[in-house]
């Protein structure tokens, strides 16, 4: 983690008054409205009586009514996932303090969610411009790890939480970022990374940036000093350093070979039963594709490990994964009346969040008919662990589609000009003319 890029240390610094937080600033009054609507809709889901602010917003529009309200969704799953084994602590846009990497600096995440055993920090982005990033196995944002750090600094001592997660959801492009990390790491990251950098940053402001980047301003040794301190905040003890972080989307996610897909709903989301709507489809997958299926166990593998705490509870010990649901199923077992899930394996992959839909060429399909039960594409999808109380085991997430060519409706389902191919001719409706 010595490696990371600081792209996010200028907007964590504080430049202006100690009562004000740090926060990075997206598109101006458009973002501001944005993260108002969002928070109002997560606090009128927890029961915190707040105002409507639509009529105030200057911004306010259907685009932004749409991204706060799948912003809060994504939240929702992630708090009923947290409190599945008990009453997780939910904060919205609660004030961290930060000064202990830096003199006055604080900071507001959007979203901070609390277990005994894990700590996860959301951040909603409105921007529809490049994608944002939480990080990966060797980085991390550093806007969104400094929140975590403040979280952990107030906390820690309270909860017993060994891993930290931080999300990016950024509803207008379908964008998702999440790494997972262990906190002893992530304090570490704050001492040797985030602090010098953050120090270096101030350093800068008062002394120009001429001077920091080794340009003449008044001394001679200039260039040496400026390049003395960098090596400090690239390398704080004197050795390259990187520090391996748990990254679930690495051995949790699985990119398929060619499937078939059945009962899509992934333009607009659908309810079963008392469930909570969702977008879904059933991702049909040759048995003579073993790469896709092995990836598939092993991603499940990954999950169940990765979830273990989740999946014993308050059980003394962690279920076999024999023993819980699992979500691979054999279709010449589970469907032997369907002859599109014969000699296929099969997941049904679900998400609150709409997933991205593009073509072969990666462009994306906006024509609803494009896609539908019949089709050939890859899927992208995160498996993960679950804990109901009364059911537990391992759920297929929906990231991403790819349509790859068409095929044969599935369902009954044909096409209007085949459907109205039968020769009828307005000849004996003369009288309606």
């Known amino acids: 983690m010595a490696d990371l890029i600081l792209f996010s ?10 009562s004000e937080n740090a926060k990075s600033p997206e598109s101006g009054g458009e973002a501001r409205d944005a993260h108002t609507l969002a928070a109002v809709k997560l606090k009128a889901y927890l029961g915190i009586p707040v105002p409507d602010p639509r009529e105030d917003m200057p911004h306010y529009n259907e685009e932004m009514e749409e991204a706060a309200e799948r912003y809060k969704n994504f939240v929702i799953e992630q708090i009923e996932a947290a409190g599945r084994n008990a009453d997780p602590i939910v904060m919205i846009e609660k004030k961290v303090d930060l000064s202990g990497y830096a003199e006055g600096l604080s900071g507001t995440p959007d979203c901070v969610i609390i277990t005994e055993e894990h700590l996860h920090i959301i951040e909603f982005h409105y921007g529809a411009g490049e994608k944002a990033s939480a990080g990966d196995e060797n980085s991390v944002n550093a806007e969104i790890a400094g929140y975590a750090l403040g979280v952990i600094g107030m906390y820690d001592g309270i909860y017993g939480f060994e ?5 990016i959801v950024q509803p207008r492009i379908d964008n998702l970022s999440s790494v997972t990390v262990d906190k002893e790491d992530l304090l570490r990251w704050g001492e040797e990374v985030l602090k010098p950098a953050l120090r270096l940053a101030k350093l800068e402001r008062i002394i120009g940036r001429e001077y920091m980047h080794g340009k003449p301003a008044g001394g001679k040794n200039n ?49 079963v039963e008392e469930d909570r709507a969702k977008y879904s489809v059933s991702v049909i997958i040759p048995k003579s594709d073993t790469k896709t299926i092995q990836a598939i166990r092993d991603a499940i593998r990954a999950a169940y490990e990765d979830g273990e705490a989740k999946l014993r509870g308050n059980e003394k010990t962690v279920p076999p994964m024999e023993q819980i649901k699992t979500p691979l199923r054999d279709g010449d077992l589970e469907r032997p009346e369907d002859d599109a899930y014969q000699d296929s394996y099969f997941v049904n992959a679900k998400s609150f969040m709409a997933p991205g839909i593009v073509d072969a060429n990666r462009k994306p399909i906006l024509d609803h008919a494009e896609v539908y039960s019949g089709v050939y594409g890859r899927v992208s999808m995160t498996f993960y662990a679950y804990n109901t109380g009364t059911a537990r085991g391992i759920a297929c997430g929906l990231n991403n589609l790819q349509k790859l060519m068409d ?23 003369d009288f309606l003319t």
């Open 9 to 18: 240390i200028a907007s964590m610094d504080r430049k202006s008054p100690p």
């Open 163 to 167: 891993t930290v997660t931080m999300t």
């Open 223 to 271: 260039t040496e000093k400026a390049a003395e301190v960098r090596t400090r905040v690239e390398d704080p003890k004197g050795k390259k350093r990187r520090i391996k972080m748990k990254n679930e989307e690495v051995r949790t996610k699985v990119k398929t070979g060619l499937t078939r897909w059945s009962y899509v709903s992934v333009w607009e989301p659908q309810a």
């Open 407 to 429: 095929g044969e409706a599935l369902g009954g389902r044909i096409s209007a000009e085949e459907d109205f191919d039968d020769g009828f001719t307005m000849e004996e409706y």
